[in-house]
């Protein structure tokens, strides 16, 4: 029988140290903006393309004017983008918020490289977090803090000695509850929300991809006249479609969710149960490393 988490200390993120959550704010708002910027761009293109298709209609040179004013927004705002640089923002502090995460964890449960037997679990925490915020630091992570006192050491709570002290039993029930089942939630939910997102549009580009073969069929055969042809328009609609599903990647990210989940559960399962003190440690690090944003970056190659 799997042992159940008991009703001990209580880990939530208020509990870790302050710069993930500060991390975790930015890279929300950042993926925020980065999703806007494609989607805005995707549909200001797709209206250029309908008002040059009824420029070509109406024979008006007003509609192909708009047109040429929203073909000249849509490169404005691929500049912007990339000035922006909103997607790489995003990624570099959602790294950086995970980095914090697992080196908070598996400080406080003795797992990875801060095992039991280690004497000086704090200098070794402040020494791996500032190595990995450094490279990260490269790649466009934004450091908020403002003093020294903020630096390494300084991000070690309270409530993470607190949890560090107390014996195996306890930090095991600890991390399997709020952080093994907590990932297990997150990776379940997103995987699910991830595979209905990635059948309602590929059910919508389907649908468009049909009607402009069906129009181009017509055309053809002389059923719709020259002058009114939405095959362009349609054909735009269905790339626009297929260009955000890449965006999101919804098809790929449900194949590496499910995965994650299906693994992390297995070894919540052999934590629990089997793994003794001695192997906690290996343990808490392969659940870092299945939770992490490498690993899920991993399987999208392979589900794409």
């Known amino acids: 029988m799997v042992s159940s988490p008991g009703p001990s200390t209580t880990v939530s993120d208020r509990d870790l140290p302050p710069l993930f959550r500060v991390s975790d704010e930015k890279a929300l708002a950042h993926q925020g903006e980065s999703f806007r910027v494609v989607r805005t761009q995707l549909v200001v293109l797709l209206l250029a393309t309908a008002t040059a298709s009824l420029a070509e209609r109406v024979g008006s040179r007003i509609p192909s004017g708009i047109a040429a004013v929203l073909y000249a927004l849509t490169i404005v705002i691929g500049v912007y983008a990339s000035r922006r640089r909103a997607r790489a923002h995003w990624q570099a502090h959602r790294a950086a918020a995970e980095v914090i995460k697992s080196l908070a964890w598996q400080y406080m449960v003795h ?33 908020s803090r403002e003093s020294a006192a903020e630096l390494g050491l300084g991000q070690i709570t309270g409530r993470m000695r607190e949890v560090r002290a107390k014996p195996f039993a306890a930090r095991r029930d600890i991390y399997l509850r709020d952080r093994v089942v ?32 069906l129009t181009a069929v017509l055309r053809a055969v002389g059923a719709i006249g020259s002058r009114w042809d939405p ?35 297995t070894l919540r399962i052999a934590m ?6 001695e192997g906690w440690a290996d343990a808490v690090a392969e659940a870092e490393r299945l939770a992490s944003p490498q690993h899920t970056d991993w399987l999208v190659r392979f589900g794409s």
């Open 231 to 265: 095959t362009g328009v349609l054909s735009a609609a269905a790339a626009a479609g297929v260009a955000w599903q890449e965006v999101r990647r919804h098809r790929p990210l449900t194949y590496a969710h499910s995965l994650i989940e299906q693994d992390l559960d």
């Open 111 to 143: 797992g990875g490289p801060f095992h039991s037997r280690l004497r000086n679990p704090d200098a070794l925490f402040a020494e791996r977090l500032e190595e990995r915020l450094s490279e990260l630091r490269k790649v466009g992570w934004e450091d």
């Open 182 to 213: 907590e990932q297990l939630t997150w990776y379940g939910s997103k995987a699910g929300q991830a595979h209905r997102a990635s059948v309602r549009w590929s059910g919508v580009t389907t649908m468009l991809t049909s009607l402009a073969l």
């Open 272 to 277: 629990g149960t089997t793994v003794t003190e």
